[in-house]
């Protein structure tokens, strides 16, 4: 059974920073990309970042390239999304997810999310 499980999450002032981890388990991040995605209210969801450790691949989207730093652990099996220069806009529940290979609309698992409130 894979589990993927989201946390780090909290409250922070605009222009700080917070570290999101994922715990993995039933699947291996030198073998499967993870995706982080975030859903704030009324809108859809929307990729933020994927990784592939195994393809040498690293996504993200234009509203956090230069502020968001995607990675991993193979020791701990753990995935890491280091937050910086965060804005009231990024305030969202953070989710990971992983795949085979990054499917920004179909990723095989996820994990439940935790929520990022940035304060002006």
């Known amino acids: 059974e894979v589990q993927l499980q989201a946390s780090g999450g909290g409250l922070v002032q605009s222009g700080g920073s917070l570290r999101l981890s994922c715990a993995a388990s039933?699947?291996?991040?030198?073998?499967?990309?993870v995706g982080w995605f975030r859903q704030a209210p009324g809108k859809g969801r929307e990729v933020v970042s994927c990784?592939?450790?195994?393809?040498?691949?690293?996504y993200y989207s234009d509203s956090v390239k230069g502020r968001f730093t995607s990675s991993t652990d193979s020791a701990t099996n753990t995935a890491y999304l280091q937050m910086r220069s965060l804005k009231p806009e990024d305030t969202a529940v953070y989710y990971c997810?992983?795949?085979?290979?990054?499917?920004?609309?179909?990723?095989?698992?996820w994990g439940k999310g935790t929520q990022v409130t940035v304060s002006s």
């Open positions: 990784m592939s450790s195994r393809d040498s691949i690293t």
């Open positions: 039933g699947v291996t991040f030198d073998d499967y990309a």
């Open positions: 997810a992983a795949s085979r290979v990054c499917h920004f609309h179909g990723m095989e698992y």
